[in-house]
């Protein structure tokens, strides 16, 4: 089992950056693909970004492409989610996921899940 707390979400103002945590206890984060999702009121979860086991590739969705940046520390069983030039429309709940290896964007690949923090942008 893997247990995933997500941690530096909070109220801010566009064009802000936070940065969200990712760790675990027990089994360490270098066996799994770990991927950052988000859902707003009323909508689908949706991908965000992933990053390898080794942290060698990364994949993000369009709509944050140039803003955040995903990156692991396998050393300190923690990952993270860089969100620079927040918008309005960024505004959810932020969740990370951990992978056994297939489909880095797909939801449903992902076997455990953390559970969320909030991020709200103010325009």
């Known amino acids: 089992q893997v247990q995933l707390v997500e941690s530096g979400g909070g109220l801010v103002q566009a064009g802000d950056s936070l940065r969200l945590s990712c760790s675990t206890s027990?089994?360490?984060?270098?066996?799994?693909?770990m991927g950052w999702f988000r859902q707003a009121p009323g909508k689908e979860r949706e991908f965000v970004a992933a990053?390898?086991?080794?942290?060698?590739?990364?994949y993000y969705a369009d709509s944050v492409k140039g803003r955040f940046t995903t990156s692991r520390d396998n050393a300190k069983n923690t990952v993270y989610l860089q969100m620079n030039s927040l918008k309005p429309e960024d505004t959810a709940v932020y969740y990370c996921?951990?992978?056994?290896?297939?489909?880095?964007?797909?939801?449903?690949?992902?076997?455990?899940w953390g559970q969320g923090t909030q991020v709200t942008v103010s325009s």
């Open positions: 996921a951990a992978n056994s290896g297939l489909g880095p964007t797909i939801r449903e690949a992902y076997d455990y």
């Open positions: 027990g089994r360490t984060l270098s066996n799994y693909v």
């Open positions: 990053i390898s086991r080794s942290g060698g590739t990364t």
